[in-house]
């Protein structure tokens, strides 16, 4: 038997939820939907959307020494476009991981790994 959800919800702990989500808010153009001290949410739309958590004593993982234990993927239709974006609002650009030319990976300002993804 199958799970009844409601909503599927991704949730990012943070040491700052409201600049994450401000990153994460300018990156992708989201509104936030859900601003409170210690969780803030962000909304593309009813069906779309992210939240940040609290979390003082985050601590970032090191890629690939350390392994990751989830990452976010978005779709772009400009890899070059999106890396000047991203860039531009704080976030990392993970060299030498690997030759894809369909993919790069990222850190945010929090230490989170993300990818842009072409398509």
């Not at 070059?80 to 369909?102: M, N």
Request: aromatic residues 10%; contains cysteine; glycine residues 8%.
């Amino acid at each position: 038997m199958a799970l009844a959800t409601t909503r599927f919800l991704p949730v990012l702990d943070c040491p700052d939820p409201r600049a994450l989500a401000g990153f994460y808010g300018e990156l992708l153009g989201w509104r936030i939907s859900d601003d409170r001290d210690e969780w803030v949410e962000l909304a593309r739309d009813d069906a779309t959307a992210m939240a940040f958590q609290r979390a003082p004593d985050f601590v970032p993982r090191m890629w690939p020494g350390e392994g990751v234990f989830a990452h976010l993927d978005f779709h772009v239709p400009d890899l070059d476009d999106a890396e000047r974006v991203a860039l531009d609002l704080g976030a990392t650009r993970i060299d030498g991981l690997s030759p894809a030319t369909s993919f790069r990976v990222f850190r945010d300002p929090a230490g989170h790994h993300f990818c842009l993804c072409k398509g």
